[in-house]
């Protein structure tokens, strides 16, 4: 007898369709760059599209993403001055404190993130502090990873994103996040962050390219699965709120063993690699911008993310508006 079951019988229906993204799950990353004036806003060459903002600039970016429904934004601030020790991280006049009051000040209901790194506010570009040898000194950069916390919680981030992948970050910073009384800052943690090619147009964006050596002795082997999960177990027990996989497409395993495995709240990193990649590739004609976002964006809600950080937040708004 000719198959009772029919499966495509539904496929016209597209009320089973089982993942949906929408705005709500998206944070939108942007860059603040100090050396930028007035409204300026200035290209990022290798992500094209994508901007770093003034202090003033930044304000109707976060605006018109608000417009589309987007509430989450994950800050990168680029600094005037850089020092071996990442001074202005911690300033509380810093670019990034004062971005974050800002924005604070300017719009109600929207929930402000902060990386937390030396990357970008260090002269020779690591994510820790290091010695006159080039080694990173993991216990010591935890004091310093501690007082960016607490500066940035200061100046009103409702949660901070450690993503330098020190041993020891997450309880380092909710030790001194508990003891300033900030016991409400939440911690995001780049819990396994992978040591990838894809991150390359970010470092144009945020200037953190390191001078000397690569960041290979800190974020992880793109071979190792078990270890991710080990990473993101540590980060659970030193009390992180909210675990990351980084980057997306090419660890979707990574993203759904950590569902099946963890309870708590999983974000996603699409990264400027991905990217890039669909933008360039639609540029040239070769792909379908729009489609391939939206295709991107839901497979890597299907592995199990609940949250995507996605430089295409205000591209999905519009694109979900359209249909
Ligand atoms: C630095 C940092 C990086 C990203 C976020 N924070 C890059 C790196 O580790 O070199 C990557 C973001 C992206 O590629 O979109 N701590
Ligand atoms: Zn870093």
Same mark, same amino acid.
């Given at each position: 007898m000719f198959p009772r079951v029919r499966l495509r019988r539904l496929r016209r229906l597209k009320i089973v369709r089982e993942t949906r993204i929408s705005v709500k799950d998206l944070i939108l990353p942007v860059f603040v760059d100090e050396t930028l004036e007035g409204r300026d806003k200035k290209k990022i060459e290798a992500m094209p599209g994508q901007f770093r903002f003034s202090l003033d600039s930044v304000v109707d970016e %976060?605006? =018109?993403?608000?417009? /589309?429904?987007?509430?989450?934004?994950?800050?990168?601030?680029?600094?005037?001055?850089?020092?071996? %020790?990442? =001074? #202005? $991280?911690?300033?509380?006049?810093?670019? %990034?404190?004062? @971005? %974050? /009051? /800002?924005?604070?000040? #300017?719009?109600?209901?929207?929930?402000?993130?902060?990386?937390?790194?030396?990357? #970008?506010?260090?002269?020779?570009?690591?994510?820790?502090?290091i010695d006159d040898r080039g080694e990173i000194l993991n216990d010591e950069t935890l004091d310093v990873l501690g007082k960016i916390a607490v500066s940035q919680a200061h100046a009103g981030a409702d949660i901070v994103a450690p993503s330098g992948m020190m041993d020891g970050m997450v309880s380092a910073i909710r030790n001194a996040l508990d003891d300033a009384g900030l016991k409400n800052t939440a911690i995001m943690s780049y819990s396994a962050k992978f040591h990838s090619s894809l991150y390359a147009p970010f470092r144009e964006a945020a200037e953190s390219a390191p001078v000397m050596g690569d960041r290979s002795t800190y974020q992880m082997d793109f071979a190792n699965a078990r270890e991710a999960l080990r990473e993101i177990q540590l980060d659970i027990e030193e009390g992180a709120d909210i675990v990351m996989v980084k980057p997306a497409l090419f660890y979707l395993d990574i993203i759904s063993a950590a569902r099946a495995r963890f309870d708590v709240p999983i974000a996603a990193y699409n990264v400027s690699g991905e990217y890039s990649m669909i933008m360039t590739a639609s540029e040239r004609g070769f792909i379908d911008k729009? !489609? @391939?976002?939206?295709?991107?964006?839901?497979?890597?809600?299907? !592995?199990? !993310?609940?949250?995507?950080?996605?430089?295409? $937040?205000?591209?999905? $708004?519009?694109?979900? #508006?359209? /249909?």
């Amino acid at each position: 007898m000719f198959p009772r079951v029919r499966l495509r019988r539904l496929r016209r229906l597209k009320i089973v369709r089982e993942t949906r993204i929408s705005v709500k799950d998206l944070i939108l990353p942007v860059f603040v760059d100090e050396t930028l004036e007035g409204r300026d806003k200035k290209k990022i060459e290798a992500m094209p599209g994508q901007f770093r903002f003034s202090l003033d600039s930044v304000v109707d970016e %976060v605006s =018109s993403a608000i417009d /589309r429904g987007i509430s989450s934004f994950l800050l990168f601030g680029i600094p005037l001055k850089k020092d071996d %020790v990442g =001074s #202005e $991280a911690f300033n509380s006049e810093g670019i %990034v404190q004062r @971005a %974050v /009051r /800002r924005l604070k000040d #300017e719009f109600d209901d929207i929930i402000v993130i902060t990386d937390l790194c030396l990357c #970008e506010y260090t002269t020779h570009g690591h994510c820790g502090l290091i010695d006159d040898r080039g080694e990173i000194l993991n216990d010591e950069t935890l004091d310093v990873l501690g007082k960016i916390a607490v500066s940035q919680a200061h100046a009103g981030a409702d949660i901070v994103a450690p993503s330098g992948m020190m041993d020891g970050m997450v309880s380092a910073i909710r030790n001194a996040l508990d003891d300033a009384g900030l016991k409400n800052t939440a911690i995001m943690s780049y819990s396994a962050k992978f040591h990838s090619s894809l991150y390359a147009p970010f470092r144009e964006a945020a200037e953190s390219a390191p001078v000397m050596g690569d960041r290979s002795t800190y974020q992880m082997d793109f071979a190792n699965a078990r270890e991710a999960l080990r990473e993101i177990q540590l980060d659970i027990e030193e009390g992180a709120d909210i675990v990351m996989v980084k980057p997306a497409l090419f660890y979707l395993d990574i993203i759904s063993a950590a569902r099946a495995r963890f309870d708590v709240p999983i974000a996603a990193y699409n990264v400027s690699g991905e990217y890039s990649m669909i933008m360039t590739a639609s540029e040239r004609g070769f792909i379908d911008k729009n !489609a @391939a976002i939206i295709e991107t964006l839901t497979a890597i809600k299907r !592995a199990g !993310a609940d949250i995507i950080i996605s430089y295409f $937040a205000k591209d999905v $708004a519009d694109i979900i #508006e359209m /249909r």
